[in-house]
Every structure is written in C-alpha cells, then in structure tokens.
C-alpha cells in the first residue's frame, strides 16, 4: 500500500482542529473551495418517468375483464351425505399443506460409485490408514476399520456408566480424518438452500465445512443430539451415509415444535450415497443398529453474505477490495473530510422501492458497487444507502411513497386547468422555466424523461398545448408527493455527490416506482436511483 496515510488504507483519521463550515451545495457542480471537481448531482435534477408507448385510450380508463368462479357447494367431491369420508379428506389435506409449510428437513442421493470413495485417518501412533469403500462387515471386515473403531471415543449422550458395549462413538477432532468426497462438487448446498432457506436474500451464501465422523456399531444406537451441542453458529447441519451394509439404524428428526421425520435409508447398500439435512434448531437420534455398522460424516453448513456483520445471523462478508483500490480511495476521503458525500449506485437490482428501504440492496451489491461499499467499511466509515429521484433524497430509513391517490390531480379539464393556472403563478416551480422552453409543445410518448426536457420521440409538430401542460401538472403533483413522503432536495441535505468531471453522462442504476397519473389515470414509472451516502470525519 502507498504511503498516502498513516491509518490502514492511507487514510489519516486524525480529527481536524476545526471542522470547516460549508453551506449547502449548489444543485449543479461544487464550489472550486471545495476541492472538489466533481458534479454534485449528474444532471438528475428533474423527475425521470416511463409511460407506455403502447396506451391507446387517452384518459386511460381502461375496462378490464374479471371472471368470478362460483362454488358449486360439493365440497370435494363427496356427497349423498358421507360426511366421514368429507372429513378424512379435509383433514389429510390439511395435514399436508402444514408439512408443506414447516420444511425443516430435506433429502437425497449423491451420484457418486462408492468404489471411488476412499476415508483416510491418522491415530494417535502417527500413523495413515486408509478406508476403501464399499464395505459389507457380515463377509470382510477390513482391518483399517477396526482401527478407526478403536479410535473412537463414546458421545457425550451415552450411557457412560452402563458399561455398555455397543455406544455411540465419534471420531477424535483432534486427528486428522479426510475423505475422498468433496460436497461443493455435488449440488447438495443448492438442495439445502432451496428446501431449507427458500426465502434467502440474494448475495447470501451457504458454506460447508467438515464436522466429525460418527460410527454405530450392531446393537448400538444415539440418543437426542441437543441443538445446544451443535452452537457454533451453524445454520444447518448435512449427513452423509458411507457406504458400509447395516440394517436399522433410522434417524430422527424433531423439530422445535416436537413435529418428527424419520428417516430410514438404504442401508449402505451398493449405489448412490445418500444424505440428509437438517435446520440448526432441530435435534436428531439414531435407532439402534441391528446389523452391520453405520458410519456417517457430518458437515456444518454456515452463512456468509456480501453485507456487514448482522448479529442475528453472524455473517462475514467474503470479499476485500485490493490494496490499489484503497489507496485510488484515500485521497477523495482526506479532501472530504467534515461532509457527506455520495455515490451513485450504478447497477440494477429490480426492486421497488416503494416497498424496501435502500439498505435492503446491501447484501446485494455487485461489481463496483460492492467494492466500495467494503472499502468504506475497511475505512471504518458507516455508508448508507438512501433512495434518491428528481433532485431529492429519501431518509435511510423510509421507502419512496408516492401512490397516493389524495394528491393525484383530478382527472376533469376544468380541475386540471385550475392546478395548471395555479402552478403558473407558483415562482419557486421547477416544471415551469423560461418562456423559450414552453415553445415546445407535445405530449410525451413511450420513453423516458428527465422533468420537462423531452425524448425526441415524443414531441410532433402538430402537439397540443393541452398535452404539454398536463405533463407539467403530472410532474407537480409528483414533486407534491415527495415532498410529503419525506423526501428532501439535495443541496438541503448538503450532500456532495461524486461524478466524474470527464464522463458528465455516467451509468446509473435504475429501479421503478409504479404510479397511477392523475392526469390521464394510465399507470406509469418513476425511475428512482440509489445513493451510497457516507459521512467522512
């Protein structure tokens, strides 16, 4: 790394002996006092919108069609009065769409030969051994199978003072003991998270890592395994059968509300291996062995996201921007110091944010947009993702409300005309500048637009004036709406965004608002963008 600082990035975090006072930034480009050659909002000052080119009704009331399906009152499907046979049916049914609701298990095969498996361990002496598989103990019983038998060590649940001879055994952590198997070779982590965790946000991933080696021999069987005994922050626990002949030896499952799947296997027969997983809540036991002997590895699955730390879940980012990165960062930092300056988000997510915050978009952040958000986090820094359209930004903490049908304008000419004659008194009006700029007249087509400045394809030489005003009703009645949702400008903010001086037109990411205009009544889009906010010190 340069020497640009004396903190972890080059970046000094020495606090300055005066904060320097700055008023609010101009809605165009910073200051030359301010050090700073950047463009503070990219030209996004007006409301960017998306209609539909495809819209033939000009007060776009459109008639849609709905087809209602009467009951026909028999049930499903048992009548003359077999009530009995109603109910059984009712209730399997319900049984099943609980069992549907509650997946805490799940499942399956590994195509794999077993000749191709091999389980190699070291004792205590210091020596290797190695394990070949399949292994059927009623007709040949290696002899590197009896030393890892001798090996290991009786479970915590078991019966220490019964003297017992067939226990629960496990494997000592302490030696080495690896196989020939590698989980992130199979889809096993995708069943896991598809059966498990369907509603997992993106950007969160499932890591697996080796746990111990169990062995039950004939006439042996486990007790209740306490999720207590499994607290390292797993989030799920994957078991894989090797392939040693047994018979017996079911596995249950109990989740917390006492609900149990058992689990009875193929008995290590020749084939594909199987697995099964389980939740971190739930705690499992094994019946006893009544033949042969049962040998399964077990695997601790964890979480890992792209986001910062969350307290719930204990997750880790998995990325660190490089050395050159930081350093390129350092110098924008240190010349910033005491604002709050910002960055545009410049991928898309397709979200809408009318219903999220823009902080839900961090464990998402791709490319650019995740490098830096973990280099402001490497710099001890707090960003902040906010929502920003039209030249104002939303608080971290609320999501862009604008569908309210109270502020909508109504849909008569008389009322429209009455808001148009009062928008062009208002002085402090954005959509309504310099007389040159009302020469232009149309209605807009299907495209985008940033306030009044129009698409190409939107404008005709034969426009009315009528078309062009309701627009700039449209964007009143829009700017009233965010106003109100608690959405403030950006030089109020005294935000101070970052754009390149040598590339004005810059790639920003878009997300979509649906509204209902109360103008023409059609439904539109409001683009919104996503700033990266950080406050430096």
Known sequence: MSSSGSVAGGFPFSTPSRAPSRAPSPSSYSRSSDGLPYQNVNGISEFQI???????????????????????????????????????????????????????????????????????????????????????????????LDVLIASCRPHQTSDINGYGDHESLFYPPNLPLTTSLEIA???????????????????????????????????????????????????????????????????????PEGNEEKFYGRGGKNGDMEWMAFSSDCEYEVETVQKGCRITMLYGVYLKTFGPMNALTNTEPLISPSDQFLDLLSPVLNLS??????????????????????????????????????????????????????????????????????????????????????????????????????????????????????SEAGFSATGSVSAYEEDLATLDSLRSRVQESGAVSLTESEIVVMTDWNLPTQAVGKERVPFVSGTSGELEKLVVNALMVVYVP
């Open 185 to 255: 070779n199979h889809p096993i982590l995708d069943g896991v998270r598809n059966s498990l965790f369907p509603l997992l946000p993106h950007g969160h991933y499932l890591t697996v890592m080796r746990d111990k080696l169990e062995v039950l021999t004939a006439g042996g069987s486990m007790g209740p395994q306490s999720r207590a005994l499994r607290n390292d922050g797993r989030v799920a626990t994957i078991c894989v059968t090797l392939p040693v002949r047994f018979r017996g030896g079911a596995i249950t499952v109990r989740d």
């Open 50 to 144: 998306e209609r539909n080119p495809h819209s033939t009704h000009k007060n776009g009331h459109r008639r849609k069609r709905s087809r209602s399906m009467a009951r026909n009152g028999k049930g499903f499907g048992y009548g003359n009065g077999d009530e009995e046979m109603e109910a059984q049916y009712r209730e399997a049914i319900s049984r099943v769409l609980i069992a549907k609701s509650r997946v805490s298990t799940v499942s399956g095969l590994i195509p794999m030969d077993p000749s191709h498996l091999v389980l190699f361990f070291r004792t205590k002496s210091g020596i290797t051994h190695s394990l070949d598989f399949p292994i059927d103990v009623d007709y040949n019983s290696p002899p590197a």
């Open 337 to 454: 110091r005491g604002r709050k300056i910002a960055w545009y988000v410049t991928m898309e997510y397709g979200v809408n944010p009318s219903q999220v915050v823009a902080e839900t978009l961090v464990p998402m952040l791709k490319g650019g947009d995740s490098l830096l958000y973990h280099a402001l986090k490497l710099y001890k820094l707090n960003p902040e993702l906010h929502w920003t359209a039209g030249g104002y930004i939303w608080p971290v903490d609320r999501t862009v409300e604008i569908s309210d049908d109270h502020h909508a304008l109504a849909g008569s000419p008389a009322s429209r005309m009455a808001a148009l004659s009062l928008l062009d008194r208002d002085p402090h009006s954005h959509a309504l500048q310099s007389p040159s700029r009302r020469s232009h007249r149309g209605q807009l087509g299907g495209g985008s637009v940033y306030g009044g400045a129009h």
